[in-house]
């Protein structure tokens, strides 16, 4: 029983000394009795025998219920003072809540601002790279898109995109789009903390609502309203739920080679693989350069995703090779690949 019921038991306990006769539904009387208080069950007389309790299931109901009325009348107060503060608390949580998401939806749009200014430069630079590629003195970059199955054969990959990129380009590119992945990470995970700490809170309420729900009475005057604040509270659980898992998602995605590619576009030159994955791309005989390609596979029910961002140099020379494999994968660590990801 909680406090504020055991606080009005009292208060009806010390204001009541008149001397009342009671019967038991077994027909046990108590003559000129004086009840000196009243507890959850039952309550406490004095007589020219001495002193007893009498349960209220011993008593007929109305006399029961008499003593009753004031114990269900603090239960029900205290039950609808307890709905108001949990309702005030569960406002204040979404208040805060919303306050956060419109700080981090400021923040957003200023890193994708800076973001976008930072890719018009490096596609400006790659326009440039473009022109100086058309009058530079050529050779051949040639080589092979595969992956090993589990049972040790190469799977290879056609109609694969392969794209060549300046080597200053990339490394620019990759430098802005890496510091803006970590803040975004950064900024993510503060969400999911506070998204977590919401799920938990709307998931104490969700259980605490349940709980109540079990325990309501069928004279309580209020069903309705107790049923319908459990349904909002499960709501508010499966919302924070989702919210938990989609920010979860969101920030995974800046681990991925997938944010590094849909940013990457406007290749100098681009090969397509062949039935067997082969490539050839004409690339300039001086000047450092880069090979991107992004492929995937369906194995079972699940599709793997593979990214490669690999350096390349012809050094002066006609004919160069290099193999895009799962050995230079972005997820691959140490490694050549100018970027590491986890996907």
Do not use: C
């Not at 109305?62 to 114990?71: F, G, N, S, T």
């Not at 208040?95 to 930072?118: H, V």
């Not at 259980?207 to 004279?219: I, K, P, T, Y």
């Not at 494999?325 to 590491?340: A, C, D, P, V, Y």
């Amino acid at each position: 029983m909680n406090k504020a019921t055991l606080a009005i038991i009292a208060a009806l306990s010390a204001s009541l000394a008149l001397a009342n006769d009671f019967k038991t539904i077994n027909g046990k009387e108590y003559k000129n009795a004086t009840v000196t208080h009243v507890e959850a069950d039952g309550i406490i007389v004095r007589t020219a025998r001495g002193i007893s309790k009498i349960y209220f299931v011993e008593l007929p109901k109305d006399v029961a219920d008499k003593w009753l009325a004031p114990i269900r009348a603090a239960e029900r107060a205290a039950e609808e003072n307890r709905i108001k503060e949990q309702h005030a608390a569960e406002h204040a949580a979404e208040e805060k809540r919303a306050a956060a998401e419109r700080e981090r939806t400021e923040k957003e749009k200023k890193a994708e601002a800076e973001l976008k200014q930072l890719l018009e430069q490096f596609q400006a630079a790659e326009q440039r790279a473009i022109q100086d590629y058309r009058s530079a003195t050529k050779g051949t970059l040639s080589g092979q898109v595969f992956v090993p199955t589990k049972g040790g054969e190469n799977f290879k990959l056609g109609a694969v995109q392969v794209g060549l990129f300046d080597r200053n380009g990339i490394d620019a590119f990759i430098k802005t789009t890496k510091t803006y992945a970590d803040m975004k990470i950064q900024e993510l995970n503060r969400s999911i903390e506070d998204a977590l700490a919401a799920k938990k809170q709307a998931e104490e309420a969700e259980v605490s609502w349940h709980q109540a729900l079990r325990r309501l009475r069928s004279d309580d005057p209020n069903p309705e309203s107790l049923r319908n604040s459990y349904n909002q509270a499960e709501q508010a659980a499966n919302r924070a739920r989702a919210e938990y898992g989609r920010l979860r998602g969101a920030r995974d995605f800046y681990y991925t080679g997938a944010f590094y590619f849909s940013l990457l576009i406007n290749p100098i030159q681009t090969a397509e693989t062949d039935a067997d994955g082969r490539f050839v791309i004409e690339v300039p005989q001086q000047g450092a350069f880069v090979i991107g390609a992004k492929a995937q596979r369906s194995v079972g029910d699940s599709t793997e995703q593979y990214y490669w961002l690999q350096p390349v140099s012809l050094e002066g020379q006609q004919k160069f090779s290099q193999n895009l494999s799962n050995t230079n994968l972005t997820s691959t660590t140490g490694t050549s690949s100018l970027i590491h990801t986890k996907d």
